[in-house]
């Protein structure tokens, strides 16, 4: 089957220029200049044509960093399985995300490695992969790091947050480093001092102060900081590569700089959450409005400034990823929590709106149309062992392509989203710009507001080393 992409602007990371895509099968087999003899062979042939005038072409994004039903609390999964959460995504010009494969203290990597692909396997309406996280470092999830490289997990998830049930200690967190240094596997670190806000939390509890708002005052910026500090330290000991997830925080992306211009291997990605929403206009309300905004690290004091310092992070490339840690919760869930905001499961649903609502950005001249893609796609492509086969729009990758509609105006919220969740942390957002037509490795999955994909077209992904890094 050949597909005519035509008379779209293509964007790359490197540069958007005017531009026909031919693709052939799964892959991408042409990108060529207007008005090209090719592409004019291509519409007397049998191509399908899809008309891309006036419209970005753009590689699928890779949304390195979701929770797709993820067991948080004894009580409370998180509510888009394989299924729900890869249809929202390619509604959303997502065309590869990448998920965790959760392994707690006391259980073996492998029985968690073979529950994880069982779960997902058949599910998925676009590609996927896993990193691991590491609930218990010890000899047995040690050893079992290289043949997870093997199958192509390369990277691994550690937690400075969550004493008791994903917490690992500086010892341990040393060890795993080490370890990873050895393989060239991904560190990515989940840096809040996880220690120090439990007593923050149940101080504030003991006193009274149960209303959502208190999630946020007591996980306070300097103890992402401190974290963020302490793991970059334990990195340039272990000899490792480091990627901080989730950053919220202008003083940990202070620190990410300063381990960067001591020329140490430290990336970080952050969310739109922490760009957009605040501590002030969205967590400190009272009730399930403030409950549905409670994640770890929480948002952020809009007096503060962070959200500008994320934003000129990513100008800068201070910040190379947007991710969403895409986590969401129905109501039933979140309301556990209405008179102790610590027993609220952490987490909000953001796999649908990660390129609009970074499109945004570019809209309102925070970022070039090139660096949304970089930060949407390019990076977290290359930094996961993806480079070359997703994140770009050039012969021999896959044709995971999204014809976007810049001008489209639509407006976000739990009646018109697809992910499976009665609620939105988005509601009543306006953006301007949406994806029209979606193709995952070839595929139209979206096309004239319908999908036409099928749960089991995606595929695991096995994923090589970090690129640069290579
Ligand atoms: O609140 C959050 N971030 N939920 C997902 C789990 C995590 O720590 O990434
Ligand atoms: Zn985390
Ligand atoms: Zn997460």
């Not at 035509?6 to 207007?34: C, K, Y």
């Not at 990627?243 to 381990?259: K, N, Q, W």
């Amino acid at each position: 089957m050949t597909v005519l992409i035509s008379g779209g602007t293509v964007v790359n990371a490197t540069g958007a220029s005017p531009a026909d895509v031919i693709v052939e099968g799964e892959r991408i087999a042409a990108v060529l200049a207007p008005d090209s003899e090719l592409a004019a062979a291509a519409r007397r042939g049998d191509a399908r044509v899809i008309d891309a005038r006036d419209r970005y072409v753009v590689p699928g994004g890779v949304d390195v960093h979701v929770h797709l039903q993820l067991p948080m609390t004894p009580e409370s999964t998180s509510s888009d399985t394989f299924a729900s959460g890869t249809v929202a995504a390619a509604w959303g010009g997502t065309t590869t995300v990448i998920d965790f494969v959760g392994q707690a203290r006391g259980r073996r990597v492998r029985d968690a490695l073979e529950e994880r692909f069982a779960e997902a396997e058949g599910q998925c309406a676009v590609d996927y992969g896993f990193h691991l996280s590491m609930g218990g470092v010890d000899a047995d999830s040690l050893a079992e790091l290289a043949a997870l490289v093997d199958e192509g997990i390369t990277s691994l998830k550690l937690f400075m947050a969550y004493p008791g049930v994903w917490y690992s200690d500086d010892g341990e967190i040393l060890r795993a480093m080490q370890r990873a240094a050895d393989l060239g596997v991904l560190v990515m670190m989940h840096a809040e001092n996880g220690l120090a806000i439990d007593v923050l939390r149940d101080q504030a509890a003991a006193s009274g102060r149960t209303a959502p708002v208190w999630h946020g005052r007591t996980r306070p910026a300097l103890l992402e900081g401190e974290a963020v500090h302490r793991a970059a330290a334990l990195a340039a000991v272990a000899g490792a590569p480091l990627y901080i997830v989730h950053l919220s925080a202008a003083e940990a992306l202070a620190e990410v700089v300063a381990a960067r211009d001591a020329g140490r291997n430290v990336f970080a990605e952050t969310c739109p959450q922490y760009l957009y929403l605040s501590l002030e206009e969205q967590l400190d309300r009272p009730g399930l409005a403030g409950a549905r905004h409670i994640c770890s690290p929480p948002l952020r004091s809009r007096h503060e400034g962070h959200q500008d310092s994320l934003w000129r992070g990513l100008r800068t490339d201070d910040l190379s990823v947007v991710s969403t840690d895409h986590c969401p919760f129905c109501d039933k869930d979140k309301a556990l929590g209405l008179d102790d905001f610590r027993r609220v499961p952490n987490g909000l649903g953001t796999i649908e709106h990660r390129m609009d609502l970074l499109h945004q950005g570019v809209v309102a001249g925070e970022l070039s149309v090139s660096r949304w893609v970089d930060v949407c796609s390019t990076t977290p492509a290359r930094l996961f062992g993806l480079a070359g086969k997703k994140g770009v729009i050039a012969p021999g990758a896959d044709a995971d392509i999204v014809v976007y509609d810049p001008t489209a105006e639509h407006t976000l919220g739990a009646d018109a989203h697809h992910m499976q969740v009665d609620n939105s942390a988005w509601e009543g957002v306006t953006v301007t710009g949406r994806a029209e037509t979606v193709l995952s490795r070839g595929e139209v999955v979206v096309e004239a507001g319908r999908f036409r994909g099928r749960a089991g077209h995606g595929r695991f992904l096995r994923r090589s080393l970090c690129e640069p890094l290579r």
